[in-house]
């Protein structure tokens, strides 16, 4: 009785969510069929380009041709074998390396077994390419590398961000100040790319003042304890990760700086102000609320970009990072590790932006779940 | 406004310090007055120089193993290397730099050796004269591809690309190899034959496009009305260079009336056209390719067929499609097959196959590059002539710092395990191989000046061969006889069978007997099972040399439980020529090998017997354990294995597989593991094996790797992902420290040539030759010859003959009358070539005189 009287006393409410919940549930379901179909074909759009639309097999069938002839001239050079012993040993060596590579199988069918695999996370093993601690798996490949790119990019990255706003914060509130125009005028620097102050950085404080390392991420030999192995590894990280901070900080901060600008100057601000609100309450509330989804957006992306690593700053430093092995992958054609890295990228983009359709609600109540047209 | 300005102004000046200081290049490159460099080594003979086991030079040690106590190695980009040494951060760039960082060498002021690199030449399409398209292609006609060795001036692509870091090079045998120093009178003479002569190249050129129907319409070659125009394959990767003499050499053909389709590729891009096309197809006319020799080979007399004929073990099509003159073809391949009956038939055949090789000009080879290995000042570090420090067995005897024990040396490299460790199919990355090699002992040691073999653990060998077979010696410890025929006894070893795991003896495979071409008897010291030790403590013993011997077959055995298909291809050519081996003794161990492959030098006749793999060492326990872990299915030595099987590939040095082999050396320990029991167990007994497996869990469970040699170093650690590794002295290594330390240096010969400016004609002239080392006469025991070759005033070679020794130190050229008789006027030189024994460079000098009436 009361579960009726409840019932029918909530009817129309009940009514409400319920078509609330559809909506959610449809939103969510043709965002979730929609970015699935988008990661399919970004991720066979990789295995496309990355096999050249399967011109690698030739070239990578050449490639075996010429060293196996090279080998096998080289180990039976003044042997007394003949020719045709030799010419079968080549041909022996070159059709078990062709199928350990899968070139036995057509391209075309061997890219849609990359992309299943793919999608169902199975990364398999490389094809030339082997982990440093010697295991062929992709999932090794990559997850050993994870560590010493999120240190760098984390690092580096994490601070760069939160620094430039909260600089961004303050400038946007004394513009036209000296340190404003500083920031202006120093935008420019960062024209240069990271690995531009990585040989900078390089030659003045390892070559020159020799108080910084040259590169790697630990010193040789590798100290003994984990105190003294913490505090090394942060002596590797200052270079690189200075050179990614110092190419992109004020940039970075100017963008900021005019994006935090627009919303200063809104009538609500100057409102709050003449009202006689302190200044980090107009800050907190006036100007970083209303910014908060393209703070957030920002925030996600640079946390999934973190995955990329930095290819040529880590080259630069030899930093045992991803985006060297992702290079590297792409010099030898492997693409189960290109598929690989690839497909977890995607993921993670998907991800975050099927996530951050529902963040934009909690944090704008002007936003709402599939209501958009 | 000022402040703006100010500011604004301030900006600028940082960004352009900072790109200025971007592009400043970090070394300098100055070019350089040109190297004449010292160049090959001697050849096979059948003198017997009287060398002891090489005697060290320094004072006497107690110091036993390496001299250091610590290599430390990691990895530098090669670009920051120098700046590296300079700074401190490092002691060697062990991985070397090319020709064109020579001049930076310098510059920086630290001390370097030299090696063989890449040897750079063109090679030609030679199909056609018409393409299946009709397209014209001139490489087709080998007097055409023949006078391209006028087109290109080799000394000016020296200077320019090399900054006269290489060698300009002519031959496909090595400038700096035996057989160069040996035919080094055949070779001056077709070097000054072919020397740089560009009206020569387009007098011989436009006869022969004239002869296939070309025709020169506007200083453009035409061909049925279509520009001739070649397809030029330009590698624009690997060290940069082939861009430069791509660019050089292309010029020189449109110079002569050619069109040039440039096409700049990376090896990947460029394989496909100059491998994987028909040349019939015509996707290519000429492509930039590059060879290495990193071993200081002393018998290249396979090199014409593999470099020019349609029988090269390259088996690429374009050389494949090579038609060449049946008398090269012939020599090339009777070369290859060592079908000749004396060295001085071999001599004769070579020299002959020199003139034909550069009239099939397949390939025109153009530079023989060199690699430069820079390391701190006051570290004395032995390069081998060809493989330079890295690749050298002996650098770990002998690095060390100068006049002291102990000590660390910074070693870096270009990577570090770029493929697991393991001594069956592990890593063959040289920069790995560097760092195992010092773990590891041996049979022998290669001589890293002559490319011969010494004595390191066996104390001497006797060789027999057939009589009639031409092998030579030149070195004591090995004993040379010759025999009517060698038979191999039927208690002898000569296959395995691997389902029942015992060895097929030649009685039981050949019951109607077997001959051998060659037999090798092979002595061990007496006390050696006790005096080396694997790292992990345990002695040597005869276990781990069966289980040597079992190895040698059984991955390729069908039947086997570690069979692996990988193995088959390279265990053919191996099984065709072996024809047995015997253990004849086992305190002191000897033992007896047969096959039918032999080479020149007796002292390169050595089977190699200790338990040293192809890619490392291994004891018997280690090997078992990682035998039981392939037979599991967990692990497999090969990369193709371990991929079909969908396992790890076996790594003695870190990763995935250590917690498996940890796993089945348990096991192995608690069965009281006797591997291929069958046979092994007549060398070992239970309790012996478990306290083999029980040294090797010791040794894991305190260095957490499976590496156990017996070399003078060992690892200590380990860290893959930072790629460092730390190798330590090893304490109980048996040998001293300064066994090998004669080899500190190689001993090249400095020569200088004194004489008259001016020679009358028709009367007597001496010069007299000056040969030192480090300032002091070069004793004339240890220089195998010394030659003059003459040069008229034309460049043509007029007398080629030995010079005569005076004293230690001091030869004399003496031309007779008759020979400056037949001498024009005009400027004329002589040169000479010092071969040594002890080092097979040979150096070369030569002195301009002017002839008169």
Redesign the interface.
């Known amino acids: 009785m009361t579960q009726d009287t409840q019932a029918g006393v909530l009817g129309v409410p009940k009514k409400k969510t319920t078509s609330a919940f559809a909506r959610v549930a449809r939103f969510m379901g043709i965002r979730a069929v929609t970015l699935l179909f988008t990661v399919v074909i970004g991720v066979y759009t990789t295995i496309l380009i990355a096999n050249m639309g399967g011109?690698v097999d030739?070239?990578m069938?050449?490639?075996i041709?010429?060293r196996v002839?090279?080998r096998?001239?080289a180990?039976?050079?003044?042997?007394?074998?003949s020719?045709e012993?030799?010419?079968?040993?080549?041909n022996?060596?070159v059709a078990?390396?062709e199928?350990?590579l899968g070139l036995d199988t057509p391209f075309a069918i061997r890219s849609f077994r990359y992309l299943f695999n793919a999608l169902q996370l199975n990364l398999g093993?490389a094809q030339n390419m082997?982990?440093?601690?010697?295991?062929?798996?992709v999932r090794?490949i990559i997850l050993?590398?994870l560590p010493?790119t999120l240190l760098l990019m984390g690092t580096s990255q994490l601070f760069l961000f939160f620094f430039s706003v909260f600089i961004a914060l303050t400038l946007s509130r004394s513009y036209g100040s000296?340190w404003d125009?500083?920031v202006i005028?120093?935008s420019?620097?960062s024209?240069?790319p990271p690995w531009?102050y990585g040989?900078?950085f390089?030659?003045l404080f390892?070559?020159v003042f020799?108080i910084l390392?040259?590169?790697?991420?630990?010193?040789?030999?590798?100290p003994d304890n984990t105190f003294d192995y913490i505090l090394n590894v942060l002596k590797h990280l200052i270079l690189p990760a200075s050179s990614l901070i110092i190419s992109s900080l004020f940039l970075s901060i100017y963008n900021w700086r005019t994006f935090f600008l627009i919303y200063s100057s809104e009538d609500y601000v100057d409102m709050a102000k003449a009202k006689g609100l302190p200044s980090r309450d107009i800050e907190r509330r006036y100007i970083l609320r209303p910014t908060l989804p393209t703070i957030i957006t920002n925030f996600a992306l640079l946390v999934i970009g973190l995955w990329t690593g930095a290819i040529i700053t880590e080259?630069?430093f030899?930093w045992?990072g991803l985006g060297r092995t992702l290079f590297r992958a792409i010099g030898f054609?492997d693409t189960p590790v290109i598929v690989g890295s690839t497909i977890i990228y995607a993921y993670l983009l998907a991800i975050t932006v099927f996530l951050l359709d529902f963040v934009y609600v909690l944090v704008d109540p002007r936003v709402k779940v599939g209501g958009g047209k | 406004m000022f402040?703006?300005s100010f500011?604004?102004a301030?900006?600028l000046l940082?960004?352009a310090s900072?790109?200025l200081?971007?592009c400043q290049p970090?070394q300098t490159t100055p070019t350089e007055a040109p190297v004449v460099e010292p160049t090959a080594v001697e050849q096979p003979t059948a003198e017997v120089v009287p060398t002891e086991v090489p005697t060290p030079e320094v004072v006497q040690t107690t110091r036993k193993g390496g001299w250091l106590d610590?290599i430390?190695?990691?990895?530098?980009?090669s670009d920051?290397a120098l700046?590296?040494i300079?700074?401190?951060?490092i002691d060697i760039y062990a991985n070397g730099l090319s020709s064109k960082d020579l001049p930076a060498i310098k510059d920086a002021g630290v001390s370097y050796s030299t090696s063989s690199g890449l040897y750079y030449d063109i090679l030609y399409n030679p199909a056609g004269p018409e393409f299946t398209d009709g397209r014209f292609n001139p490489f087709s006609n080998r007097k055409i591809r023949e006078a391209t060795n006028w087109l290109f001036d080799r000394d000016y692509i020296n200077q320019e690309v090399y900054a006269g870091g290489g060698l300009a090079k002519f031959f496909a045998i090595t400038t700096q190899f035996p057989d160069y120093a040996d035919l080094a009178d055949v070779a001056r003479k077709l070097e000054s034959y072919y020397a740089y002569n560009f009206d020569k190249a387009k007098e011989v050129i436009t006869a022969e496009m004239e002869g296939m129907g070309a025709t020169l319409v506007d200083g453009k070659w035409m061909y049925k009305d279509a520009p001739v125009t070649l397809i030029y394959i330009i590698r624009n990767d690997s060290d940069g260079t082939r861009i430069p003499i791509g660019e050089y050499t292309a010029a020189q053909f449109e110079a002569l009336g050619f069109t040039v389709d440039r096409q700049m590729k990376k090896?990947?891009?460029a394989?496909?056209i100059w491998?994987?096309s028909d040349p019939v197809e015509g996707q290519w006319h000429l492509y930039t390719a590059a060879w290495s020799a990193t071993v200081l080979?002393r018998?290249q007399?396979?090199i014409f067929q593999?470099m020019y004929l349609d029988?090269?073990?390259?088996?690429?099509p374009a050389f494949l499609d090579n038609v060449s003159d049946p008398e090269f073809k012939e020599l090339g391949d009777r070369l290859?097959?060592?079908d000749f009956a004396t060295l001085q038939e071999r001599h004769d055949m070579m020299a002959r196959a020199l003139e034909l090789s550069l009239q099939d000009s397949l390939q025109v080879f153009l530079i023989d590059g060199k690699q430069f290995t820079p390391y701190a000042n006051g570290m004395v570090a032995t390069a081998d002539l060809a493989a330079g420090i890295e690749g050298a067995q002996i650098y770990p005897y002998t690095l060390r710092w100068a006049d002291q024990e102990g000590g660390t040396v910074?070693w870096a490299t270009q990577d570090l395990?770029?493929?697991?460790?393991n001594p069956i199919a592990g890593s063959n990355w040289a920069f790995d191989q560097g760092a195992i090699r010092a773990t590891q002992s041996g049979d022998i040691m290669y001589d890293p000046y002559t490319g011969l073999l010494w004595p390191l653990r066996i104390e001497k060998a006797d060789v027999v061969v057939k009589e009639g077979l031409p092998v030579g010696k030149t070195l004591d410890w090995v004993n040379l006889e010759f025999a009517p025929e060698i038979t191999v006894p039927a208690d002898a070893w000569i296959d395995w069978d691997a389902a029942n795991q015992v060895f097929v003896t030649v009685g039981e495979k050949n019951p109607e007997g077997l001959t051998a071409l060659r037999k090798t008897t092979l002595y061990y010291p007496a006390d050696m099972f006790e005096t080396v030790k694997w790292h992990d403590g345990a002695n040597l013993s005869l276990a781990d040399f069966v289980f040597g011997m079992i190895m040698t077959f059984d991955r390729a055995k069908p039947e086997s439980a570690i069979y692996d298909?990988?193995a088959?291809?390279?265990f053919?050519?191996f099984q065709?020529?072996f024809r047995g081996f015997k253990i004849v003794s086992t305190e002191p161990l000897v033992i007896e090998y047969y096959s039918?492959?032999y080479?020149l030098d007796a002292e390169l006749n050595i089977p190699l017997m200790f338990p040293t793999y192809t890619f490392g060492e291994g004891s018997w326990d280690t090997m078992a354990v990682a035998n039981a872990a392939e037979a599991g299915g967990e692990l497999a030595y090969s990369?193709?294995k371990?991929?079909?099987k969908?396992i790890?590939?076996t790594?003695f040095?870190?990763?995935?597989?250590l917690e498996v082999l940890a796993k089945y050396l348990d096991q192995a320990i608690a069965d009281k593991t006797i591997p291929y029991a069958p046979t092994m167990s007549a060398y070992l007994t239970a309790d012996e094996a478990v306290a083999r497996y029980e040294a090797l869990k010791a040794w894991y469970g305190e260095h957490n790797n499976f590496m156990v040699g017996t070399g003078p170093y060992f690892v200590d650690?380990a860290?893959?992902?930072?790629?460092?590794?730390?190798l330590k002295h090893f304490e109980d290594y048996p040998d001293l420290a300064d066994r090998w330390s004669n080899f500190g240096e190689p001993k090249l010969a400095v020569v200088e040539l004194d004489g008259p400016g001016q020679v009358k004609i028709g009367e007597e002239a001496t010069f007299d030759v000056f040969v030192t080392f480090k300032d002091a006469a070069y004793p004339a025991a240890e220089i195998k010859q010394v030659k003059f070759l003459l040069y008229n005033a034309q460049g043509e070679i007029v007398k080629v003959a030995e010079a005569v020794a005076v004293e230690d130190g001091q030869y004399s050229v003496v031309l007779d009358t008759a020979t400056t008789a037949a001498l024009e006027a005009g400027s004329n030189k002589l040169e000479v070539a010092i071969v040594p024994f002890t080092v097979s460079q040979p150096t070369f000098a030569s002195v301009e005189f002017v002839t008169a009436p």
Do not use: C, H
């Open positions: 011109y030739t070239i069938r050449n490639d041709r010429e002839n090279q096998v001239a180990s039976t050079a003044n042997q007394n074998i020719p012993t030799r010419r079968q040993m080549a022996d060596l078990l390396e199928k350990r093993r082997v982990s440093d601690n010697g295991s062929r798996e090794n050993e590398r010493a000296f125009k500083l005028t120093l420019p620097t024209a240069a531009f040989i900078f390089i030659l390892a070559a020799k390392p040259f590169g790697g991420m630990v010193d040789a030999p590798v080259t630069v030899l045992p054609f | 402040k703006k500011t604004f301030f900006a940082i960004i900072m790109v200081a971007a970090a610590e430390v190695f990691s990895v530098v980009a920051s700046t590296q300079e700074a401190g951060a090896g990947s891009e394989s496909p491998i994987g080979d018998d007399s396979n593999e029988s090269s073990a390259q088996g690429i290859a097959t060592a910074r395990f770029a493929e697991p460790w298909a990988q088959e291809p390279q053919l050519p065709e020529n039918d492959t080479s990369v193709d371990a991929l079909e969908e790890e590939q790594s040095i870190g990763g995935p597989s650690q860290f893959l992902t930072e790629k460092t590794l730390t």
